[in-house]
């Protein structure tokens, strides 16, 4: 008897090569993120104060570093393994919320549309440069993604059930986490909390009392994300009378007004606007276009180009999501309805108030996944309608190479990733840590050798270091905007007072970029100061190491 095994259909074929895509996509990851952090806002924030908290036995005021008042939920995540000595796992903790969000993204696709898109929705999303980049990264903003997504995607789902409660407790309780999380969080808030009364009003059921009912609502939904936001507003409230310090400080505190800079994101007395004209040359037509241009032209590192990458598919897909949208069930139009006010309106509220960045925009990206795969969808559903058979084998075709193509950029992406952080050599034991870390880190050789060879109450001042002070073991002062040193020197009539005075303050050692010390010095001081500043370092302190354009400085003569 002959037996006859049934082939596996295309779609079945394609869900295995998904799964098979997203395996080797998620182990990639990986083998990315086991090698020692070099990315500078981990040294300078996110591991650099936890380091802080750990040697001084608990969490206290930072007032040197502004950022130690930014919210911190991930980052007390990742004090767990810092305590035992491992800074790598922190990564994988950050990677774990980009499969949480991928595990939202596949749910609610699945739902509305079926599992193949979903799997496809889920892939796209993690395959995504700015979110790879962000995985292999000790980072926060994957978590502000999972939280503000399961925030949004509640909301939807509080819709669809008939205003049931417990969804929009949920949906507050990830909206303040979101907010726990960064302090972009906090427009996630803004927008969430105006959403919850315009979806009650438009779309309950029933006409009276619905302008306080729908308020009621709003109120429950701002008061519940509110308090569990509330343990960081209490903290720096305690610390400096600002809740949200330091945004908004001269709110809060008009008396210490210009002293905090307020957000780390401004731009200062310029604005960013005028800084993207002024610095980087750039017409008001091609900043008027910095919404559309984000998904063409990001570069890593390079804020200029928005300092991460997206993928064009993200622009153009989503339109078609709106193809023929009356066609659509009146719950799906109404979820892509808010989806899309959601992405427009964080994405009007980052132009306009800070220079853009992928990161800044990176709650937007959930929802432009779901509007893209749903975009995929109504192509295909547009070729099973209007071409014929032989004509739908070549269309089909078509869609199968964009698909591809989709693909394709994101895994350039991830090649480069591995030609960039070369985790291999690392992970093979060809490169010791020590060197990696200095292959990324220039100055690190200069901290290794303070680390082994400086007693252990010296007091570095680091001039042009950014900050990033996490592999050091001895205290370092970070001279911000290098207005100690330029003080310092403005005072001071000899090179003997200029060592006087960092004397007082404690200071035992200098670490110095050249290239941009050299650079400022020669645009701050006039020729006497200059002279006096060549004198100083010359006479009046020892040099003591010096490698990859940094020099670590004793303070006092060669004698």
């Given at each position: 008897?002959?037996?006859?095994?049934?082939?596996?259909?295309?779609?079945?074929?394609l869900k295995a090569a998904l799964v098979g895509l997203l395996a080797v996509l998620i182990i990639s990851v990986i083998i990315l993120s086991c090698v020692p952090p070099v990315s500078r806002d981990a040294l300078i924030h996110h591991l650099g104060v936890l380091k802080l908290y750990l040697e001084h036995g608990g969490v206290y005021e930072i007032p040197s570093f502004v950022f130690?008042?930014?919210?911190?939920?991930?980052?007390?995540?990742?004090?767990?393994?810092?305590?035992?000595?491992?800074?790598?796992?922190?990564?994988?903790?950050?990677?774990?919320?980009?499969?949480?969000?991928?595990?939202?993204?596949?749910?609610?696709?699945?739902?509305?549309?079926?599992?193949?898109?979903?799997?496809?929705?889920?892939?796209?999303?993690?395959?995504l440069p700015v979110?790879?980049?962000?995985?292999?990264?000790?980072?926060?903003?994957?978590?502000l993604i999972f939280?503000?997504?399961?925030?949004?995607?509640?909301?939807?789902?509080?819709?669809?059930?008939?205003?049931?409660?417990?969804?929009?407790?949920?949906?507050?309780?990830?909206?303040?986490?979101?907010?726990?999380?960064?302090?972009?969080?906090?427009?996630?808030?803004?927008?969430?909390?105006?959403f919850v009364p315009f979806i009650h009003s438009r779309y309950a059921q029933g006409e009276k009392s619905r302008f306080s009912e729908s308020t009621g609502?709003?109120?429950?939904?701002?008061?519940?994300?509110?308090?569990?936001?509330?343990?960081?507003?209490?903290?720096?409230?305690?610390?400096?009378?600002?809740?949200?310090?330091?945004?908004?400080?001269?709110?809060?505190?008009?008396a210490n007004s210009g002293l905090?800079?307020?957000?780390?994101?401004?731009?200062?007395?310029w604005?960013?606007?005028?800084?993207?004209?002024?610095?980087?040359?750039?017409?008001?037509?091609?900043?008027?276009?910095?919404?559309?241009?984000?998904?063409?032209?990001?570069?890593?590192?390079?804020?200029?180009?928005?300092?991460?990458?997206?993928?064009?598919?993200?622009?153009?897909?989503p339109f078609f999501a709106f193809y023929h949208i009356k066609n659509n069930l009146p719950v799906l139009r109404t979820e892509k309805n808010i989806l899309l006010a959601f992405v427009i309106l964080f994405l009007s509220f980052a132009f306009f108030k800070t220079d853009m960045r992928i990161r800044y925009?990176?709650?937007?990206?959930?929802?432009?996944?779901?509007?893209?795969?749903?975009?995929?969808?109504?192509?295909?559903?547009?070729?099973?309608?209007?071409?014929?058979?032989?004509?739908?084998?070549?269309?089909?075709?078509?869609?199968?190479?964009?698909?591809?193509?989709?693909?394709?950029?994101?895994?350039?992406?991830?090649?480069?990733q591995f030609r960039y952080v070369d985790p291999i050599s690392y992970i093979s034991g060809r490169v010791e840590r020590d060197e990696y870390i200095e292959r990324y880190r220039p100055e690190y050789s200069a901290i290794k050798y303070a680390n082994k060879n400086l007693p252990n109450n010296a007091k570095i001042l680091c001039i042009f270091l950014g900050n990033r002070g996490y592999y050091s073991d001895r205290e370092m002062v970070f001279d911000r905007n290098q207005n100690l040193f330029r003080k310092t020197v403005k005072s001071a009539n000899s090179p003997g007072k200029i060592l006087l005075d960092l004397n007082k303050r404690g200071i035992t050692h200098l670490l110095v970029r050249y290239d941009l010390f050299n650079t400022w010095s020669n645009n701050n001081f006039d020729d006497e100061e200059k002279e006096m500043v060549g004198e100083f370092f010359k006479e009046q302190i020892t040099l003591l190491f010096s490698k990859g354009g940094y020099g670590l400085f004793r303070l006092g003569s060669h004698t």
């Open positions: 008897m002959t037996t006859y095994l049934k082939r596996p259909s295309i779609k079945t074929c130690s008042y930014y919210p911190m939920n991930l980052d007390l995540l990742y004090i767990i393994p810092l305590y035992f000595g491992n800074d790598i796992i922190p990564k994988f903790i950050h990677f774990s919320f980009a499969l949480l969000t991928a595990w939202l993204i596949f749910g609610y696709l699945r739902k509305r549309i079926n599992a193949l898109y979903a799997l496809l929705g889920a892939f796209f999303f993690l395959s979110i790879v980049k962000l995985s292999i990264t000790v980072y926060v903003d994957l978590g939280f503000s997504t399961a925030s949004l995607l509640l909301l939807l789902t509080w819709l669809e059930s008939g205003f049931r409660l417990k969804f929009l407790i949920f949906s507050a309780i990830f909206s303040g986490l979101a907010m726990g999380t960064k302090y972009n969080g906090l427009i996630i808030f803004f927008l969430l909390t105006l609502q709003a109120l429950i939904f701002l008061f519940i994300a509110l308090v569990v936001f509330s343990p960081w507003m209490i903290r720096n409230y305690m610390w400096t009378n600002n809740p949200i310090f330091p945004l908004y400080d001269n709110w809060f505190n008009p905090t800079g307020g957000s780390t994101n401004s731009a200062g007395p604005g960013h606007f005028a800084v993207r004209s002024i610095i980087f040359k750039e017409s008001w037509w091609e900043i008027a276009l910095i919404p559309v241009r984000i998904f063409f032209q990001g570069q890593d590192g390079n804020p200029k180009y928005f300092d991460g990458r997206l993928n064009p598919f993200l622009f153009f897909l925009i990176a709650p937007i990206i959930p929802p432009l996944v779901i509007l893209s795969v749903f975009g995929l969808h109504e192509i295909n559903t547009i070729i099973n309608n209007r071409c014929s058979a032989t004509s739908g084998k070549i269309c089909m075709g078509s869609m199968f190479v964009i698909v591809s193509f989709l693909i394709w950029m994101n895994a350039a992406y991830i090649l480069g």
